[in-house]
């Protein structure tokens, strides 16, 4: 599938570790989305911002992560689920890019809420692109998993 790119943002590493073994399995380049402003580490704080910021539509500057994607035919998109969507800092992305002609492939980590609307939201920002199906993963990622996963999608 061409040269591959894997983004993803992970504020308990989770997501993080998702997207490593995805890598691992593709060879693709790993990309981390970093906010210009940290979440708390505090559950419930972090919480209370996320919600606020999702419902108001806010995409936080990135520090890290906003580079070009045109070397890139295939992109893994990763994210939390965050109240049923994408954090905050994975929308930033999704909207300072042009993705037409790509090919996407969302993935997330959830505490078992699954995808929620994560891959309708993806699919909204990236309308221009094929949508291939994620993985949603509950807890740490089993890499049998991901192998599957990829070859239910079709990568090579």
Not at 10 to 17: A, R
Not at 25 to 35: D, K, Y
Not at 67 to 85: H, L, R
Request: aromatic share 12%; net charge negative; with cysteine.
């Amino acid at each position: 599938m061409g040269n591959t790119l894997i983004v993803y943002y992970s504020l308990f590493h989770n997501t993080e570790n998702l997207a490593l073994e995805i890598a691992a399995q593709t060879g693709g380049t790993l990309r981390e989305l970093i906010p210009d402003k940290n979440y708390s580490f505090d559950y419930n704080t972090a919480a209370k911002e996320v919600r606020n910021q999702i419902s108001r539509g806010y995409t936080p500057k990135l520090i890290s992560g906003y580079e070009p994607i045109n070397d890139y035919e295939t992109i893994f998109i990763g994210s939390p689920n965050w109240f049923k969507t994408i954090a905050p800092p994975v929308l930033s992305f999704l909207r300072q890019h042009d993705f037409t002609g790509k090919t996407v492939a969302p993935f997330c980590t959830h505490g078992g809420g699954g995808f929620g609307q994560i891959e309708n939201d993806i699919s909204k920002e990236c309308s221009k692109s094929m949508i291939l199906p994620g993985i949603a993963v509950n807890g740490i990622a089993v890499p049998e998993d991901i192998i599957n996963w990829l070859e239910t999608i079709g990568y090579e």
